[in-house]
């Protein structure tokens, strides 16, 4: 891949905002499995679980029965998910 099509570098270049779904997963995955970039399973993982919204429901257990994640990526993936939702949570607090 070039440099720019990169998910860690087209967020430096562009931003998260700039950047699907698949790409700002990819970047928590850090890396793919034997036969699969980590582009590839970050479309499986959200294409498995329902996609974003599923994401931000699953459980560590569930998402380690995916075959790619191990435990530290199911941790980060959570951990991520509930910072999201911490945060949308105070938003909407604020805005009332």
Known sequence: MEQEELPRERLILFGAGALAARE???ILLRTGIKGKGVLELA?????????????GKMEPETIL???GIGRDKAITICAA???GRRLS???VRKSY
Do not use: C, H, P, S
Request: hydrophobic residues 45%; glycine residues 12%; without cysteine.
């Open 24 to 26: 700002l997963l990819a």
């Open 81 to 83: 998910m509930e910072l």
């Open 43 to 55: 479309d499986e993982v959200l294409e498995k679980i329902g996609g974003l919204e599923g994401l």
């Open 65 to 67: 029965e995916i075959r």
């Open 89 to 91: 949570e105070r938003k």
